[in-house]
Nanobody, 123 residues
């Protein structure tokens, strides 16, 4: 099971980016999907969460500017980031609670992480 994040880049203050993260493998079910970020010299922080039924939660610092969504048919989570600020500069990581099957048919639940995608907000 893998998570592959994409969509980061350089954007000017006030600009927008859309991050994507796709899960692949022998997946049975994906529960919560999340976006975290880690700025230079800071701890990783939770940015947004979406449950399997679509309920969302956001860090105060991004409320009203970021939107998390998911496409269950594609096992993909998105983060639409608008009105970006310099303080949004960070490596963004996706994470998901995934249930999959081992070769012997046994179900296993894991917390999986993507590789991170860099978002730089600068003029």
């Amino acid at each position: 099971v893998q998570l592959q994040a994409s969509g980061g880049g350089l954007v000017q203050p006030g600009g927008s980016l859309r991050l994507s993260c796709a899960a692949s493998g022998s997946i049975f079910r994906i529960d919560d999907m999340d976006w975290y970020r880690q700025a230079p010299g800071k701890q990783r922080e939770l940015v947004a969460t979406i449950t399997s039924s679509g309920s969302t939660n956001y860090a105060d610092s991004v409320k009203g500017r970021f939107t998390i969504s998911r496409d269950n048919a594609k096992n993909t989570v998105y983060l639409q980031s608008n009105s970006l600020k310099s303080e949004d500069t960070a490596v963004y990581y996706c994470s998901a609670q995934i249930m999959y099957y081992l070769d012997d048919g046994s179900p296993v639940a894991i917390r999986s992480w993507g590789q991170g995608t860099l978002v730089t907000v600068s003029s």
